[in-house]
């Protein structure tokens, strides 16, 4: 079954919160005044966070909220393991041979795109 969005936001939170080294005991009480079941719905994907939740725990947390809403985006495959990349990948593809001394020109790049 495909993660949901609610889901991914979730784990992105959770993530975060894991990083910073945070329990959510720590974030359920010092942001929502809350018992750790308040959370752990949330980091689950069980119950969604609310806009203002979301933004609550990114400003709990110091990092921008469009973080936890990019994850929301994120594609995830099936079972939770990365995407396989058989099928799609020969070795000779010019990914697998670095390239030395080449120069970005970002405002090629830009008019490129």
């Known amino acids: 079954m495909n993660a949901t969005p ?3 936001i979730g784990l ?3 993530s975060e919160l894991w990083r910073q080294r945070i329990t959510l005991k720590e974030a359920a009480w ?5 018992q750790v079941w308040f959370m752990q719905s949330r980091c689950s994907g069980r119950t969604p ?3 203002y939740e979301l933004l609550q725990v990114a400003d709990y947390l110091h990092v921008d909220v469009v973080q936890f809403l990019a994850a929301a985006k994120q594609p995830s495959p099936d079972d939770g393991a990365p995407p396989s ?3 799609f ?3 000779d593809a010019s990914y ?4 030395a001394d080449v120069v ?10």
Do not use: E, K, Q, Y
């Not at 010092?30 to 809350?34: I, L, N, Q, R, S």
């Not at 697998?96 to 390239?99: E, G, M, S």
């Open 6 to 8: 609610d889901r991914r």
């Open 30 to 34: 010092d942001v929502f005044g809350a």
């Open 49 to 51: 966070f609310g806009a």
């Open 85 to 87: 990349r058989l099928g």
């Open 89 to 91: 990948h020969n070795g």
């Open 104 to 113: 970005f020109n970002a405002p090629t790049a830009l008019a490129a795109a």
């Open 96 to 99: 697998d041979h670095p390239v």
């Open 12 to 14: 992105a939170v959770r």
